[in-house]
């Protein structure tokens, strides 16, 4: 299992960014995939996920804000960010929900100046 993300950046409050991530090994037909991020602890806090026919699900502080999608076919799941804050810096993952695999893509880095 691989994941490559992609699409961070350095932005502004109030701008926009669009994550990519592009998954290998995983039969995107019937598996649930979310975005992640590092937050304080050892594990990675959930931000939002994506069901195989495209339902989501968004932890309360990105909702309206952030949407996540996929394109089964390219194997990829994306994250539009908008509206952002600096509170949202952080390095973010894609990986299986909700048991995700151990193997861990290596992020992108998402920084939000005020």
């Known amino acids: 299992v691989e994941f490559v993300e992609s699409g961070g950046g350095l932005v502004q409050a109030g701008e926009s960014l669009r994550l990519s991530c592009v998954v290998s090994g995983i039969i995107m037909e019937i598996q649930t995939l979310a975005w992640f991020r590092r937050g304080v602890g050892e594990e990675r806090d959930m931000v939002a996920n994506i069901t195989a026919d495209g339902r989501t699900y968004y932890i309360d502080s990105v909702k309206g804000r952030f949407t996540a999608s996929r394109d089964n076919a390219k194997k990829t799941i994306y994250l539009q960010m908008n509206s952002l804050k600096p509170e949202d810096t952080d390095l973010y993952f894609c990986?299986?929900?909700?048991?995700?695999?151990?193997?861990w893509g290596q992020g992108t880095q998402v920084t939000v100046t005020p």
């Open positions: 990986n299986a929900y909700p048991w995700p695999s151990a193997d």
